[in-house]
T-cell receptor
Framework: GAVVSQHPSRVICKSGTSVKIECRSLDFQATTMFWYRQFPKQSLMLMATSNEGSKATYEQGVEKDKFLINHASLTLSTLTVTSAHPEDSSFYIC???????????????FGPGTRLTVL | QQQVKQSPQSLIVQKGGIPIINCAYENTAFDYFPWYQQFPGKGPALLIAIRPDVSEKKEGRFTISFNKSAKQFSLHIMDSQPGDSATYFCAASRDDYKLSFGAGTTVTVRA
């Protein structure tokens, strides 16, 4: 299957600083990338959808100025958490989609996630 | 609001048992129903997916049953093994686009 990587896997930062998380599709071109947030023992919540070369579309309630998303190439999307606060501590997961595969599905391939802890 | 309702929240089975996880949806525009497996500290991985034009799909030990009229679908894990212990999420989408996830079910398979 297609491989999606995230970097870093874990990050600890001080309150007020900014953190950048990278999401890369390693062996396919991702026309669309999605960013999710997951709290402990909870489901994935979609934060935003980004298409290569376009501005990201944010879900209701997600602050676009706080969570900056850039999808500059077909293999890389970045999520920057600006002026991070302890309540931003969470597990951030990206997924990438490269179009309909052999099975006819527009499958999303998920990255391994990034654990953000804001002190 | 949660567009896909998943139950139970957790379940425990003995090795060889068949955990069954159920999901229900309201939006009849949904046309893609995947199931994901997630281990602690990892991202979800696609297990199996189904379209509403079929009532059942099997891949290995995993089976999806789909009831379009009832707007329900379920995952069966045949001959479950301790390595199947994980959290399972159902999801649904329209036109294979944004996924709406269920709340998740934590499955524990005891040896």
């Amino acid at each position: 299957g297609a491989v999606v990587s995230q970097h870093p896997s874990r990050v600890i930062c001080k309150s007020g600083t900014s953190v950048k998380i990278e999401c890369r599709s390693l062996d396919f071109q991702a026309t669309t990338m999605f960013w999710y947030r997951q709290f402990p023992k909870q489901s994935l919540m979609l934060m935003a959808t980004s298409n290569e070369g376009s501005k990201a579309t944010y879900e209701q309630g997600v602050e676009k100025d706080k969570f900056l998303i850039n999808h500059a190439s077909l293999t890389l999307s970045t999520l920057t958490v600006t002026s991070a606060h302890p309540e931003d501590s969470s597990f951030y997961i990206c997924s990438a989609s490269g179009g309909r595969g052999l099975a006819g599905y527009n499958e999303q391939f998920f990255g391994p996630g990034t654990r953000l802890t804001v002190l | 609001q949660q567009q896909v309702k998943q139950s139970p929240q957790s379940l425990i089975v003995q090795k060889g048992g068949i955990p069954i996880i159920n999901c229900a949806y309201e939006n009849t525009a949904f046309d893609y129903f995947p199931w994901y497996q997630q281990f602690p500290g990892k991202g979800p991985a696609l297990l199996i997916a189904i379209r509403p034009d079929v009532s059942e799909k099997k891949e290995g030990r995993f089976t999806i049953s789909f009831n379009k009229s009832a707007k329900q679908f379920s995952l069966h894990i045949m001959d479950s093994q301790p390595g199947d212990s994980a959290t399972y999420f159902c999801a649904a989408s329209r036109d294979d686009y944004k996924l709406s996830f269920g709340a998740g079910t934590t499955v524990t398979v005891r040896a």
